[in-house]
């Protein structure tokens, strides 16, 4: 080997730790001397000199690091010694030759080890960042509509296989969720329908007053609570209440893994979890409606009564007269739906917990927000179609 003298060429310092030389079709990168920690500070300021040295020296040529000078190395040395060949690897093919039998072990175990890469990414522009995170949140609503779809279509599978198969059906399970989803919601239910009622009628009457035209609170009271208020309220409140409780019951199971032992034992979690809830719900909904609508009307009406001076049985007979059945119908008629959103949105959510508390918390949320957003969206369709009918 024709060493060459660092210092000569204006290149790597002229030391003992790296010296660069011809060997005819290679260029040879020898390493000499304690590649240890108390040299680490010199031999690197060193290895970056010969690196442009080395690149200049051999142009097209293969490069060879020669380690047989190396007298002492310690893990220091050897992650220099990577460092410096992947920098050679990266200007001209470069193999490492040369190396001690007692320096091999230490050399294998950090070239195992993936280099090192920046801990933070480098910042894109403002507007790249905006595009991206249109397309992530694009992306995650795609594939949340995917699953949800999907989670409908098997739910849908499973409650018309019950005509079927009757067996399926757990009468236990649903007569339960009738009692915690309907009896025992009948209490806050009819307590804000009966207020709701009363605040109807009293505003109202204000303002009819001013028109002379106060009996037609009657009309407003029967339409407006009938047709829109009293459903669409239950349906809110049993969202609040009964849809959060499927979801954190389900993912609370979901994070116990008790879903997993379910499917284990040959049990499918739709019909255990989410179909005696769907049925629970699709039969009190439109009972809880119904309720709702009687408890509001009697609240409106003992509002007329102290506000007004409208007797109940007054109030009753002038409500007949121009309230017909049809609001009555167009109100319950969409329980049933508003049921289906409401309990298919909260088993989802249960189903879909991973990880631990926080993630269950975040899809109770999401359940709520979801089901109470979506059953608004359904009665605003719902009133656009009654209208378009006539109805």
């Known amino acids: ?8 060429d204006a290149g790597p310092p002229p030391d003992t730790f790296v010296c660069v030389g011809d060997a005819g079709p290679t260029c040879v990168v020898a390493l000499n001397g304690a590649w240890t ?10 290895v970056r000199a010969a690196l442009r040295y080395a690149a200049r020296q051999a142009g097209e040529r293969p490069m060879m690091i020669d380690c047989s000078g190396i007298d002492t190395l310690d893990t220091t040395g050897a992650v220099l010694i990577r460092r410096f060949a992947a920098s050679l690897e990266e200007k001209a093919p470069a193999m490492v030759t040369g190396i001690a039998a007692r320096h091999k072990r230490l050399l294998e175990v950090i070239n195992c080890r993936q280099p090192a890469v920046a801990i933070a990414p480098d910042m894109l522009p403002w507007h790249l960042r905006l595009l991206e995170d249109v397309g992530i949140a694009s992306m995650r609503l795609a594939n949340e509509t995917a699953n949800l779809l999907s989670f409908i279509g098997n739910v849908l599978v499973r409650f018309f296989g019950l005509f079927l198969n009757p067996s399926r059906l757990r009468v236990t ?10 009896v025992r919601a009948m209490g806050i239910v009819g307590l804000i329908s009966f207020l709701i009622g009363a605040v109807m009628v009293n505003q ?9 035209a106060d009996i037609f609170v009657v009309d407003m009271l029967g339409i407006s609570h009938l047709r829109e208020l009293g459903i669409l309220l239950t349906a809110i409140i049993v969202a609040g209440r009964s849809g959060s409780a499927f979801t954190a019951e389900i993912g609370s199971m979901q994070l116990h893994e008790e879903i997993d032992a379910m499917k284990t034992i040959g049990m499918n979690p739709i019909d255990v979890l989410v179909l005696p809830r769907l049925m629970a719900l699709m039969l009190a909904l439109p009972l809880l409606g119904f309720y709702a609508d009687m408890v509001g009307i009697a609240g409106g009406s003992l509002m007329a009564w102290v506000q007004l001076g409208i007797s109940p049985a007054n109030f009753f007979i002038y409500f007949r007269e121009v309230i017909s059945i049809d609001h009555f119908i167009v109100g319950l008629v969409k329980a049933p739906f508003f049921a ?13 917990v991973e990880g631990s508390a926080d993630s269950l918390g975040r899809h109770t949320t999401r359940a709520v927000v979801e089901s109470i957003f979506l059953v608004i969206v ?6 656009i179609f009654f209208t378009a009918i006539d109805l």
């Open 1 to 8: 080997m024709d060493a060459t003298s660092p210092a000569a």
């Open 37 to 46: 920690l108390a040299n680490a500070e010199v031999i690197d300021r060193h």
């Open 173 to 182: 399970a649903l007569v339960h969720q009738i009692d915690v989803v309907g």
């Open 204 to 212: 109202g009457a204000v303002q009819l007053a001013k028109f002379g």
């Open 340 to 352: 289906a959103v409401i309990v298919v949105s909260g088993c989802y959510q249960g189903l879909t």
């Open 378 to 383: 359904l009665d605003a369709l719902f009133s």
